[in-house]
């Protein structure tokens, strides 16, 4: 069955960087594009990055832009979210999804997240 | 980028009633537009993607229509277990984009 599983999460002081990682089994991740979505506690959810295929496309929402960073190991089937200059406000539960295929571009499996705090 | 706005907030309903979610885009999605269902500790699940095609598995008591820049999400006669949050996804544009969600509340 489909699986994605988050980790790396934890506390992080305002300023540092953390990796957060996705490892997804039941299905070959090569012909899906991955996204990062998060949620603050108690919020809604805010669309965060996404990476194509092959790694050559990578989007990012506005509040992330130019301090995250979303890559991928197809051979290992795992994305990575790499985020740098970690503020308060990004504070929020991680998760990792599949979009199905390039024409329906929905979010079909989740994974169960990972919790970031940025605290002093 | 594409804002997403949902009504009600909090729809306070009784089991047996109808509920009525809707979704407004900032610009027209065509019909790239997904609902999904969160409960309290867990990943949102997919109920509904292309404005009207349930997931696997969802009861046909959720239904969903709309184009362009609006939507409706509908349950025909809420269970105890639909007591939750809904969010709207547009997936037509990047950024990506998902409206702020309506909470399901038992009346």
């Known amino acids: 069955q489909v699986q994605l599983a988050e980790s790396g999460g934890g506390m992080v002081q305002p300023g540092k960087s953390l990796t957060l990682s996705c490892t997804a089994s039941?299905?070959?991740?090569?012909?899906?594009?991955m996204h990062w979505i998060r949620q603050a506690p108690g919020k809604g959810l805010e669309w965060v990055a996404a990476v194509w295929f092959d790694g050559s496309n990578k989007f990012y929402g506005d509040s992330v832009k130019g301090r995250f960073a979303i890559a991928r190991d197809n051979v290992k089937s795992t994305v990575s979210l790499v985020m740098s200059g970690l503020r308060v406000n990004d504070t929020a539960m991680y998760f990792c999804?599949?979009?199905?295929?390039?024409?329906?571009?929905?979010?079909?499996?989740w994974g169960q997240g990972v919790l970031v705090t940025v605290s002093s | 980028d594409i804002d997403m706005t949902q009504s009600p907030v909090t729809l306070s309903v009784s089991p047996g009633d109808r509920a009525v979610l809707s979704c407004r885009a900032g610009h027209s999605v065509g019909s790239n537009l997904a609902w999904y269902q969160q409960k309290p500790g867990q990943p949102p699940r997919l109920l509904i993607y292309?404005?009207?095609t349930r997931a696997a598995g969802v009861p046909a008591r959720f239904s969903g229509s709309g184009s362009g820049t609006e939507f409706t999400l509908i349950i025909s006669s809420l269970q105890s277990e639909d007591f939750a949050l809904y969010f709207c996804h547009q997936y037509n544009f990047w950024p990506q984009s998902f409206g702020p969600g309506t909470r399901l509340d038992l009346k």
């Open positions: 999804a599949r979009q199905l295929t390039t024409v329906n571009r929905h979010l079909d499996y």
């Open positions: 292309g404005v009207s």
């Open positions: 039941g299905f070959a991740m090569r012909n899906h594009v």
